[in-house]
């Protein structure tokens, strides 16, 4: 599984983490205090769970701890595969799962750019604060195209390039132990057209903004640009 490095959260600072994180108002002050960003468009993005209809598949990848689960119920008809590297973080999400009593979710671990999903299985694909942790987000990017049905759509966070001083400063220390950079808004965008998806839509939001785009329906013509 390359390409990946330990999430920081599935260590020491895990406690912490999964505290702040299910409190949506005490993570807005933690993000604009250390990152200087808006982490609401996180807890904004997890309101397409409750838009999927009966039967639908989602996948959430990295699934982290397990924090959008807090959009899906126990009644919600889907299937709902929760994919993470880190086995620890894994473990939280099954705790969060079993206490929201959430019997349609499945625990997988693995690589966002080597996808243990079919191809064109999944209608709705998550994607929170993952892309800006790997060094080849564009084969993750990838693997999101394969898995999705056609006309589904992927919706996620990434941390970008044009952060604050002190949030450049953080990922440039992390550089140093192997940590990828964020990328850059162009190529955010270049890099879901570049998969295959369309619509790409970017929050205007700076160092860390929202994302989504869809497969398409039918198969594009060769050289078509996509919007």
Known sequence: MAGQVPNACAGPFG????????????????ARVIWGIDASVLYAGMKSIEE???????ADVPCGGGVALRAL??????RYLAADL????LRRARQRAEKRSLRQVELLQADMSELPFGAAQVDLFLSFSGLHMISDPAAALAEINRCLKPGGRVVGTTF????????????KAGSYRGHALPPDRDRLSSGLKAAGLVEVRLGP???????????????????????
Do not use: H, N
Not at 160 to 171: P, Y
């Open 52 to 58: 999927v209809g009966s039967g639908a598949v989602i």
């Open 160 to 171: 970008l390039s044009d952060g604050s001083r002190r949030a450049r400063a953080i990922f």
């Open 205 to 227: 939001q700076r160092g860390f903004t929202s994302f989504e785009a869809w497969k398409p329906s039918r198969p594009q013509p060769s050289g078509r640009a996509s919007s």
């Open 73 to 78: 119920t126990p009644a919600q008809d889907v």
């Open 15 to 30: 406690a912490f983490y999964d505290f702040y994180i299910e409190r949506p108002r005490l993570v807005q002050v933690i």
């Open 86 to 89: 880190d086995s620890k973080m």
